[in-house]
Each structure stands twice: as structure tokens, then as C-alpha cells.
């Protein structure tokens, strides 16, 4: 009995400390170095109608005539790249009169002194991946004394060869984990092949895969980015599975960057920016604050009004519904650390809006219920049982539905490398995606805040309100909207 009466006090502290812990962030600062353990509201990428961004121009290096195809292909890596570093409010078009391609995206929250030309450095990399055998290659020095390596070995697969790159760690040639940061790749078939190949024939002693600076004592497949060789592993068994990984005494950060890289593409010609200039946002930072005290108002009077309404139960429904709030935001902020910080936009506010409704709406249901249980002269008990169990069917059909929607707005709306825009490619393929970063970030809030509403509407107030229930002083009927018997 003591046991499930301390659940609610568990369950409620931790939904508190999740709020706090999701507005604030979790950082440590040590003179100008400042180090973020978990990444708070301030650490949110806001859209460019929120905060304005950055309207870069690009054109082909070398004044290279490219194609409609080349263009669009630009096009789709861009938007590949962008998604990748968390950018979902954006827009990227073609001027293939003039071979330009225009892209606009929101600068990071948090910049003080931003550097436009430095946010667009990393977006117009080429950043060609290539796999070569052994290690062998020439060196020239400039007249600064800048030294550029160009490879000799023939090329053995490259980064179109490789079908997903993901953050793992180092194992060494016992299978044990080092401790290092390492990329791991999955390759497409053809790439498979050719990899497995290509080890074969270094296990087997070609000549074409030694290591010439180690004076040949080792047979190699050396790893390139563009012209500089960032590994160069010795190979030691044949790998047949379509699996390899890239080490280099990488920490985390540098990890992610080269699979971010890899993961979103290479350029068909080098970049130049021809143009950039910062954007204004539309809305202004003053009607931000604005729509924030608003939000936080309006949350505060829905959650009196519950109380009121259903006494005791609505208690417990405001503490879920707070909990369900902070799991959005921090859903888009990057608390969980498995992804980065995700563009908040105008419409992605609405989807935030339109998901706690949502869970306001369940906690009616739920509420309704409990009183109609209690009614019929059921015990205390017996009366909450019964309330969550015919509850929970109502609650789940009008949440599938939004579920449904958000994901065919993700799909639909995202870029085509995307998860959904993947699981939906048999119904896309008719009529194509159309990649608009807003109206993602609508769907994306709407289908977090949605499952939070789960978790937090049905799950922990279930516990919450269950546990209080074993309380002497909680028994009285009138504090769950029930007539007294």
C-alpha cells in the first residue's frame, strides 16, 4: 500500500524536474567555456519568420554550364544537408537561365555575432567521399606553404556507394570497444561487392594496396575527404557483409559531422557563393515574447478551469498536461541527445496548440467518465478502473487520426530521404513530395506533442491519480465529480 501511494509523488517530482530541466537546459560554465549536458529552450533553432536567417546564392565554381539535372541534383543535397543539421524550415530553388541556386535558412539560435559566410561553408562543402586502394600519393606546397595531397590509388567504391553512415564506436581487432568515436556504413549492393573485392585482394597481397609511406609493410584501403586521407585501416580479413568503418580518433562531434557529410551527399561540381545577405524575420522577436506569455497564460487557465471542473482528477490532468508540453519542446530542442535541435516555425507553434487540445480533450473524456462511474454507485476503485479502460478507446481513435495526418504531412512534406517520406514512397510515387520545411514542422510537432499526450494523459495520469486514490483524505467521492453515497 505504501508503495503505490508513493507513486504519485514519483511520478509528479520527475514530470516537474523533466519541465524545469526542458525550459533551462542543464549547462556548465567554466571562464568562456561552456559546456551543455542536456540542451534547454534557448538552444531551439527558430524559423525564419520567427528570427530571420540567412539567402545565400550559389553558382558553379569553375563557371562550369551545368544542366537542369545537375541543378536539381544540388537542389536535393542541399535539402539533404539541411534536414541532417536539424534544419526543417527552409527553401531551396533553381535558376537554371543562370545556373544559381538560392537557398534560405534560419541562422542558430543564440549567435550574437553571426557570420553568414561561415553558416554556408559546411552547406556548400563538396565533400567527396572515396574509398582507395592502399595509401600512396603525391604532395605540392604552395607559397604559403599550405601542403595539398593528391591520391594515387585507384578508387575502390565511393560515397554514392554508401547507403547509410552512423555514429558507433571504434572495436579494435579483438572485437573490444577502444573507447573511440567511429563511422560506421552500411553499402548498397554494388558497393558490398566492390568492398569485398577490394579486401580480397589486399588479404591475398596486391601490391596495389601497400601502405608506400609505412615502406609497404602494410596492405591498406586508405580513406579519403576530397584531398585529405582522414583513415587509412590495415586490412586484415575479407569484409563480405556490406559493412565498414571509418576510424581516426574521432570525438563525438567530429563523428557526426563526417556522417552528416556522407549521409548527405556528394555535389556534382564545386560551390562558389556568389551572394548572401541576412533575412528579417516577419514576425519579430517583441510578437514572439508576445505568443510565449500568451501560451503560457492560456495553459495556466486551461489548467484552472480543469481543476474547477474536475476537481481532483483535473489536478493530476494539469501536471500531465504540463509534462506533455516540456516532451514536445523538448523533443524539439534536442533533450533526448539522440538528434539535434529542430526548426520551430509559426505553423510547428499551431501543431503544439492543436496537440495539447488534444490532450485537454483526453482529460475531458477521462474526467467524464470517472463521474458517469461513480454515478452508477461503483466503488472509488472500481470507478477509476473501469473510467480509464472505457476511456481509453475514445481517447486512442481521435488521436490515431491526427497520428495518421501528421505522419502523411511528414511524409509528404519532407525531404524523400526521409523515414515516412520512405514508408510512404508506394503513395508518393504518384503525385511526388513537395518539400516545404513549414508545414513539416506543423506535422513534426503535432505528431510529438500527440505521443506525449499518450504517455503523460493516459499512462502517468492513470498512476497519478490511481495512487492518490489510497489516501484516507483522497477517498471522498465529491473530489472525482461524484455524488457522495
Given at each position: 500500500?505504501?508503495?503505490?501511494?508513493?507513486?504519485?509523488?514519483?511520478?509528479?517530482?520527475?514530470?516537474?524536474?523533466?519541465?524545469?530541466?526542458?525550459?533551462?537546459?542543464?549547462?556548465?560554465?567554466?571562464?568562456?567555456?561552456?559546456?551543455?549536458?542536456?540542451?534547454?529552450?534557448?538552444?531551439?533553432?527558430?524559423?525564419?519568420?520567427?528570427?530571420?536567417?540567412?539567402?545565400?546564392?550559389?553558382?558553379?565554381?569553375?563557371?562550369?554550364?551545368?544542366?537542369?539535372?545537375?541543378?536539381?541534383?544540388?537542389?536535393?543535397?542541399?535539402?539533404?544537408?539541411?534536414?541532417?543539421?536539424?534544419?526543417?524550415?527552409?527553401?531551396?530553388?533553381?535558376?537554371?537561365?543562370?545556373?544559381?541556386?538560392?537557398?534560405?535558412?534560419?541562422?542558430?539560435?543564440?549567435?550574437?555575432?553571426?557570420?553568414?559566410?561561415?553558416?554556408?561553408?559546411?552547406?556548400?562543402?563538396?565533400?567527396?567521399?572515396?574509398?582507395?586502394?592502399?595509401?600512396?600519393?603525391?604532395?605540392?606546397?604552395?607559397?604559403?606553404?599550405?601542403?595539398?595531397?593528391?591520391?594515387?590509388?585507384?578508387?575502390?567504391i565511393e560515397g554514392s556507394d554508401v547507403a547509410e553512415a552512423y555514429v558507433g564506436y571504434e572495436y579494435d581487432q579483438s572485437?573490444?570497444?577502444?573507447?573511440?568515436?567511429?563511422?560506421?556504413?552500411?553499402?548498397?549492393?554494388?558497393?558490398?561487392?566492390?568492398?569485398?573485392?577490394?579486401?580480397?585482394?589486399?588479404?591475398?597481397?596486391?601490391?596495389?594496396?601497400?601502405?608506400?609511406?609505412?615502406?609497404?609493410?602494410?596492405?591498406?584501403?586508405?580513406?579519403?575527404?576530397?584531398?585529405?586521407?582522414?583513415?587509412?585501416?590495415?586490412?586484415?580479413?575479407?569484409?563480405?557483409?556490406?559493412?565498414?568503418?571509418?576510424?581516426?580518433?574521432?570525438?563525438?562531434?567530429?563523428?557526426?559531422?563526417?556522417?552528416?557529410?556522407?549521409?548527405?551527399?556528394?555535389?556534382?561540381?564545386?560551390?562558389?557563393?556568389?551572394?548572401?545577405?541576412?533575412?528579417?524575420?516577419?514576425?519579430?522577436?517583441?510578437?514572439?515574447?508576445?505568443?510565449?506569455?500568451?501560451?503560457?497564460?492560456?495553459?495556466?487557465?486551461?489548467?484552472?478551469?480543469?481543476?474547477?471542473?474536475?476537481?481532483?482528477?483535473?489536478?493530476?490532468?494539469?501536471?500531465?498536461?504540463?509534462?506533455?508540453?516540456?516532451?514536445?519542446?523538448?523533443?524539439?530542442?534536442?533533450?533526448?541527445?539522440?538528434?539535434?535541435s529542430n526548426t520551430l516555425t509559426i505553423p510547428g507553434i499551431a501543431g503544439i496548440i492543436l496537440a495539447i487540445g488534444m490532450?485537454?480533450?483526453?482529460?475531458?473524456?477521462?474526467?467524464?467518465?470517472?463521474?458517469?462511474?461513480?454515478?452508477?454507485?461503483?466503488?472509488?476503485?472500481?470507478?477509476?478502473?473501469?473510467?480509464?479502460?472505457?476511456?481509453?478507446?475514445?481517447?486512442?481513435?481521435?488521436?490515431?487520426?491526427?497520428?495518421?495526418?501528421?505522419?502523411?504531412?511528414?511524409?509528404?512534406?519532407?525531404?524523400?530521404?526521409?523515414?515516412?517520406?520512405?514508408?510512404?514512397?508506394?503513395?508518393?510515387?504518384?503525385?511526388?513530395?513537395?518539400?516545404?520545411?513549414?508545414?513539416?514542422?506543423?506535422?513534426?510537432?503535432?505528431?510529438?506533442?500527440?505521443?506525449?499526450?499518450?504517455?503523460?494523459?493516459?499512462?502517468?495520469?492513470?498512476?497519478?491519480?490511481?495512487?492518490?486514490?489510497?489516501?484516507?483524505?483522497?477517498?471522498?467521492?465529491?473530489?472525482?465529480?461524484?455524488?457522495?453515497?
Amino acid at each position: 500500500m505504501k508503495n503505490k501511494k508513493s507513486v504519485f509523488f514519483i511520478v509528479a517530482i520527475l514530470i516537474i524536474a523533466f519541465a524545469v530541466s526542458t525550459v533551462l537546459g542543464v549547462k556548465n560554465q567554466y571562464g568562456d567555456l561552456t559546456t551543455t549536458y542536456i540542451k534547454g529552450l534557448r538552444d531551439i533553432r527558430l524559423g525564419i519568420d520567427i528570427q530571420g536567417g540567412v539567402d545565400v546564392t550559389f553558382s558553379p565554381a569553375d563557371g562550369e554550364d551545368a544542366d537542369a539535372d545537375q541543378l536539381d541534383s544540388v537542389k536535393e543535397v542541399m535539402k539533404t544537408r539541411l534536414v541532417t543539421l536539424g534544419v526543417n524550415d527552409y527553401e531551396v530553388y533553381t535558376d537554371d537561365a543562370n545556373d544559381k541556386i538560392i537557398v534560405r535558412f534560419p541562422w542558430q539560435t543564440g549567435e550574437t555575432n553571426f557570420d553568414p559566410e561561415k553558416a554556408v561553408k559546411e552547406l556548400g562543402e563538396t565533400a567527396k567521399l572515396q574509398f582507395r586502394k592502399g595509401l600512396n600519393y603525391t604532395s605540392d606546397v604552395d607559397d604559403d606553404g599550405n601542403v595539398t595531397l593528391t591520391p594515387l590509388g585507384d578508387v575502390v567504391i565511393e560515397g554514392s556507394d554508401v547507403a547509410e553512415a552512423y555514429v558507433g564506436y571504434e572495436y579494435d581487432q579483438s572485437g573490444n570497444q577502444t573507447g573511440n568515436f567511429a563511422v560506421n556504413l552500411e553499402l548498397k549492393e554494388e558497393g558490398a561487392k566492390a568492398f569485398a573485392d577490394a579486401t580480397a585482394a589486399a588479404v591475398n597481397g596486391d601490391s596495389e594496396y601497400l601502405d608506400v609511406s609505412a615502406g609497404g609493410q602494410n596492405h591498406v584501403i586508405s580513406i579519403w575527404m576530397d584531398t585529405n586521407c582522414i583513415s587509412y585501416p590495415a586490412v586484415n580479413s575479407v569484409i563480405s557483409e556490406g559493412r565498414a568503418q571509418i576510424t581516426g580518433s574521432f570525438d563525438y562531434d567530429g563523428a557526426k559531422a563526417l556522417a552528416d557529410k556522407i549521409n548527405g551527399g556528394a555535389l556534382p561540381f564545386n560551390l562558389k557563393t556568389v551572394t548572401f545577405k541576412t533575412i528579417s524575420p516577419s514576425m519579430g522577436s517583441g510578437a514572439l515574447r508576445i505568443m510565449m506569455i500568451a501560451g503560457v497564460i492560456a495553459l495556466i487557465l486551461i489548467c484552472i478551469y480543469m481543476i474547477i471542473l474536475y476537481r481532483l482528477p483535473g489536478v493530476v490532468a494539469s501536471i500531465a498536461l504540463i509534462g506533455q508540453v516540456a516532451g514536445t519542446l523538448a523533443v524539439i530542442s534536442g533533450w533526448f541527445g539522440f538528434e539535434d535541435s529542430n526548426t520551430l516555425t509559426i505553423p510547428g507553434i499551431a501543431g503544439i496548440i492543436l496537440a495539447i487540445g488534444m490532450g485537454v480533450d483526453c482529460n475531458i473524456i477521462t474526467g467524464e467518465r470517472i463521474k458517469e462511474e461513480l454515478n452508477t454507485g461503483k466503488s472509488l476503485e472500481s470507478s477509476l478502473q473501469a473510467a480509464y479502460k472505457r476511456s481509453f478507446t475514445s481517447i486512442l481513435d481521435g488521436n490515431m487520426t491526427v497520428i495518421i495526418v501528421a505522419i502523411i504531412l511528414m511524409g509528404a512534406f519532407g525531404v524523400s530521404s526521409s523515414f515516412f517520406a520512405k514508408v510512404l514512397s508506394f503513395l508518393f510515387r504518384w503525385f511526388g513530395v513537395s518539400t516545404e520545411g513549414t508545414i513539416y514542422s506543423f506535422g513534426f510537432t503535432l505528431l510529438t506533442g500527440v505521443i506525449f499526450n499518450f504517455i503523460m494523459g493516459v499512462v502517468a495520469s492513470r498512476l497519478m491519480l490511481t495512487s492518490l486514490s489510497k489516501f484516507k483524505c483522497f477517498q471522498n467521492r465529491k473530489l472525482y465529480g461524484g455524488a457522495e453515497k
